[in-house]
């Protein structure tokens, strides 16, 4: 853990003995009674947490100080197709460890129709992925997540229009199409408009969902010529807009 996050109801309370912050605070940094430690509030600021008490329970009593801004936001949302829920988990948490501002799942008529009834979004786990990757990056703030059903349903309802993120500018609207591109996001110029970016299923988009993003302003780029993993396609796309999008919020 490169940052031990709390939420706001669990201050002034102690931690388990069983708290995996705990363990990793005790077990794995060594820290002892009055020891300062690297904290924030999820959702919140950064700052420092200090070790109060240790309980002869083995629970811990910490105090949080937190009075720094959260690291800058990626001026990127992320769509992505419905994926078996280990990989979904892995988008998650990587997503959040680059700092996007939200992720999209959307069902694609190439995907699997069983991917959608993951337990994954309802039993707590996106929420433990997203804070793993954002505890990575030394960050507080994890993206949000929205679930559409249909590529048409999210094309309708443009939901990056309705944020923060694309207040002042137009974003650049793409989709990673290694099949039928028509350019390559390599080539794309430096810009400070917000991205959002579209990920399809690993058997790639149907001919149907190409002529709807096209109809509603996107571009398909390619990342290269191989048929990428839907997390690896993620990854790659958002290293790209890290180099390509000159703006963060």
């Known amino acids: 853990m490169n940052i031990i ?44 947490g200090r070790i109060e008490k240790i309980n002869i329970d083995g629970s811990i009593f910490v105090t949080v100080t937190a009075t720094e801004p959260p690291a800058s936001r990626l001026r990127l949302r992320i769509a992505v197709s419905f994926v078996r829920p280990i990989q979904l988990r892995r988008i998650f948490r990587d997503m959040a460890n680059f700092g996007v501002s939200a992720i999209d799942l ?8 069983s991917y959608r009834d993951t337990k994954l979004l309802n039993d707590g786990g996106s929420d433990a992925a997203l804070i793993e990757g954002a505890v990575q990056s ?37 989709a990673l199409d290694n099949v039928r591109a028509e350019g390559s996001f390599f080539n794309l110029s430096p810009t400070s408009r917000p991205a959002v970016i579209a990920v399809g ?20 780029l390619s990342i290269g010529e191989r048929a990428l993993r839907a997390e690896t396609a993620c990854a790659a796309a958002a290293t790209l807009a890290l180099e390509k999008i000159q703006d963060t919020l």
């Open 106 to 113: 959307v069902g694609t008529e190439l995907s699997e129709k």
């Open 201 to 220: 299923p690993e058997r790639g988009w149907s001919d149907n969902e190409r002529e709807m993003f096209e109809q509603a302003g996107f571009l398909r």
């Open 138 to 174: 030394r960050d507080t703030i994890i993206p949000s997540i929205s679930v559409f059903n249909t590529i048409n349903e999210w094309l309708k309802e443009r939901p990056w229009e309705k944020t923060e993120m694309c207040e002042t500018r137009r974003p650049l609207l793409l």
């Open 5 to 48: 996050l709390f939420e706001e109801h669990e201050l002034g309370r102690s931690l388990s003995r069983r708290d995996e912050r705990t363990i990793h605070l005790l077990k794995v940094l060594h820290k002892k009674s009055g020891d300062e430690f690297e904290a924030g509030i999820l959702g919140g600021m950064r700052g420092t």
